[in-house]
């Protein structure tokens, strides 16, 4: 995929290639590409030259108003005085009268001196410096060759910048993220120097070669992070914090502060001592080469180089990301997390794939929004196409992904609730739990079909809600169940442990095996016992249309959340009556109402049967709106009249979606029930009266917007998401 040329704004030059540290996370020197050995050791005149040259004709080019450059290495300091005096004034005159000069460097400061500030102020070089915390923090990767520390010095040199006469050449601090670390006693040392801005850094990992992770917990680094985040929050935020900033601006549909996060395209380039070009220096964390152009500054433009396969990979937004991403709810903010992050050559994916970090941005990002609501005025993608009924079925498919994220969410919860009790019912549940974790580590899609199973929802709520009660037993039973499903399904086992109740050992979303009385409380499961014809599987039956496909489930232990009881497991006969009757329901749909059919393709799994004891309409609609199944499960009375039929499944369709947009779209003030049953109702009725038209019908739904629209309860998003209906009734 291929578009405009996307000029370059920042150019890191390497004028020295060596350091004086022996940092042993440092991506240059410790991690996959090793070329830092060929590469001569400081910057050549004809390098300068070539560079200031080739600069200056890519902004001229372009138009290019400003350009950053970032004098970096290695350790750029041991360039020394005259060279960089050298590097400064080549830009500088180069660059005159063509575009702005944003000179900038990135030192270790243990060199840094009056005699370096002096010549940084003359050309107006700011200064970023390397610092992970305090000494203790610091000193567990920044260390001189033979162990010492280096916390004294660099402290130095941040008291050299803060001096009066060279404070404005501060840029600030950058740390790298170490879990060992006390992230607030972290964060309380260098905001201490009260620099300008702090950057905080993931270590650079891949999935080949993924972060330290402490056992059992999902998201470690959003942890740490988001423990900084409180603290600077409490006190006012007193430091500009990069990071935070970014999420903030993106939630509310400003623009990525940072090359790691966001959507923006990659408009940065490397030049080696030697004059290659390169990309992203984090690309060397990758793989050896990894960051290659084949290109240098004596036979190759910029032009030339934007125009490289690895660059413009970087510059696709959305469409560059992989499928899981491009699905995720919170990608605006994220973008993927840093293009290094994401690579994995152990299936040929290579960088296909989300960030090896993405449960902690996610987290991350979904918990900044949680504490600003800068997210809370800005719409999902396809917002207006629910309230108009005009979805082409993307929407639901993001809601599905925003609910997916939520369950994930709920889960941890129930584990920091039931981890580590002990007894067989915390051993299974503790077992069960890594199992888990390690089949998301294998494959971060392999979780997928549990966390978006519409009863996995139902279940982890029961154990939130009702802890005490429900116990640890079942719960740990129902969780070694789904995961052993999971690992079936997935094809990551060749036998798992699965409980067994009331006779039967249920692989969700497949069917169940019955085994009668065993004498444990489990059965080993392998892909024979769940096989068509298998002695005692039951797998669950489909219903299929023109273009739906759903679970009949009446076999899910957990299914029994609607206003009225799940029925049993069918007979043949009910069977084929359901197989008869939905189609003929579902051509309604499709012809009345296209726009919601098509959501219902996309976001409904399961029909849960439902019994009629009463012979009683639906429950009112409840407010504020609560689904348990949300729209991927829609729990209804067989009805032999097709219209009738065809209103039940709108009907629960219509309450998941609302129920789903409210879990991250803020519509009205939701201690306000009286608005929130009619924002339901009315919702509900534009659709469903549309399948069985009567002459009052139109007028109700006018008087019913009218008096929606009068509400005070209704936020920006809730008024803009009312006139859609009304646009689409």
């Not at 993106?250 to 408009?267: F, H, I, K, V, W």
């Not at 629910?386 to 919860?413: C, I, K, M, N, Y």
């Not at 029994?560 to 084929?576: H, I, Q, V």
Request: contains cysteine; glycine residues 8%; hydrophobic residues 40%.
């Amino acid at each position: 995929m291929s578009g405009p040329l996307v000029p370059f704004r920042q150019l890191v030059l390497k004028v020295h290639s060596r350091c004086d540290l022996a940092c042993d996370h440092c991506y240059v020197y410790e991690h996959a590409d090793q070329s830092w050995t060929a590469r001569p050791k400081g910057i050549s005149d004809e390098v300068i030259s070539w560079t200031a040259l080739r600069l200056a004709e890519h902004a001229e080019e372009h138009a290019l108003s400003s350009v950053q450059v970032i004098l970096h290495g290695g350790e750029p300091l041991l360039a020394g005085t005259e060279r960089l005096r050298r590097v400064c004034e080549e830009l500088r005159t180069a660059l005159h009268g063509v575009s702005e000069l944003d000179l900038r460097i990135h030192t270790n400061g243990v060199q840094l001196s009056e005699r370096y500030l002096d010549l940084f102020a003359e050309f107006g070089v700011r200064v970023g410096i390397s610092l992970d915390g305090d000494k203790a923090a610091n000193d567990l990767h920044r260390r001189f060759a033979n162990g010492r520390s280096s916390h004294d010095k660099v402290l130095a040199a941040v008291d050299l910048l803060r001096r009066e006469r060279y404070r404005h050449l501060f840029a600030g601090l950058l740390c790298t993220i170490d879990l060992r670390n006390d992230p607030v006693a972290a964060y309380d040392a260098l905001a201490a120097l009260k620099p300008p801005r702090i950057d905080f850094l993931l270590p650079h990992a891949t999935w080949d070669e993924p972060p330290p992770r402490p056992d059992g917990i999902p998201a470690p680094y959003a942890a740490w992070l988001m423990a900084v985040y409180d603290r600077w929050d409490a006190q006012g935020r007193p430091v500009s914090v990069r990071l935070f900033d970014s999420v903030i601006s993106t939630l509310g549909g400003g623009p990525s502060l940072t090359e790691s996060m966001g959507l923006a395209p990659a408009d940065v380039v490397v030049v080696e001592t030697d004059g290659t070009f390169e990309q992203a220096d984090s690309l060397k964390t990758a793989y050896d080469g990894a960051p290659v152009t084949g290109q240098d500054v004596f036979r190759h433009t910029l032009d030339d180089v934007a125009r490289h396969p690895g660059i413009t990979a970087r510059q696709q937004g959305l469409a560059g990301l992989s499928e899981q991403c491009r699905s995720c709810p919170v990608v605006r903010s994220c973008g993927g997390g840093l293009f290094a992050h994401r690579y994995r050559g152990d299936d040929e994916s290579e960088f296909d794939n989300p960030s090896v970090y993405c449960a902690d941005l996610e987290t991350l990002v979904r918990s900044i929004d949680g504490r600003t609501g800068a997210g809370a005025d800005r719409p999902v993608e396809g917002f207006d196409a629910l309230a108009d009924g005009t979805d082409d079925g993307s929407a639901v498919r993001e809601l599905t992904q925003a609910r997916q994220a939520v369950t994930r969410e709920l889960l941890t919860l129930v584990d920091k609730e039931l981890a580590g009790q002990g007894g067989e019912s915390g051993e299974l549940w503790d077992r069960s739990w890594q199992l888990a974790l390690e089949l998301g580590r294998r494959d971060a899609t392999a979780l997928t079909p549990m966390l978006t199973h519409p009863y996995t929802r139902t279940w982890v709520v029961r154990c939130l809600e009702a802890p005490a009660s429900s116990g640890a037993a079942p719960a740990a039973a129902r969780l070694a169940s789904l995961v052993a499903s999971t690992a079936l399904r997935s094809g990551a086992a060749d036998r798992v442990t699965a409980p067994v109740a009331d006779g039967f050992a249920y692989v969700q979303g497949l069917g169940r095996l019955q085994v009668g009385e065993v004498p444990d409380s489990t059965v080993e499961l392998t892909p024979c016992h769940i096989s068509e014809g298998a002695p005692g599987w039951e797998p669950v039956r489909w219903l299929r249309a023109d273009g739906l496909e759903v679970v009949l489930d009446d076999l899910d232990p957990y299914r029994d959340c609607f206003d009225r009881p799940a029925s049993a497991r069918l007979t043949d006969e009910e069977t084929e009556l359901w197989r008869h009757v939905l189609p003929q329901a579902w051509a309604l749909i499709r012809k009345t109402l296209p726009g919601v059919a098509m959501g219902m393709a996309a976001g409904v799994r399961v029909v849960t049967p439902l019994t009629d004891p009463t012979g009683q309409a639906p429950a009112p609609v409840p407010a504020p709106v609560a689904v348990p199944g949300g729209f991927a499960a829609l729990g209804v009375v067989l009805d032999p009249d097709p219209v009738r039929l065809a209103v039940a499944l709108v009907r629960g369709f219509r309450l998941g979606v609302l129920d789903a947009l409210l879990d991250v779209c803020d519509l009205y003030d939701e201690a306000d029930s009286r608005t929130g049953a009619l924002l339901a109702d009315t919702y509900v009725s534009i659709a469903t009266d549309a399948l069985r038209p009567r002459p009052a019908s139109a007028r109700r739904i006018r008087r019913q917007l009218d008096e929606l629209s009068a509400q005070e309860s209704l936020t920006a998003l809730g008024r803009r998401f009312a006139e859609g209906m009304r646009r689409g009734g």
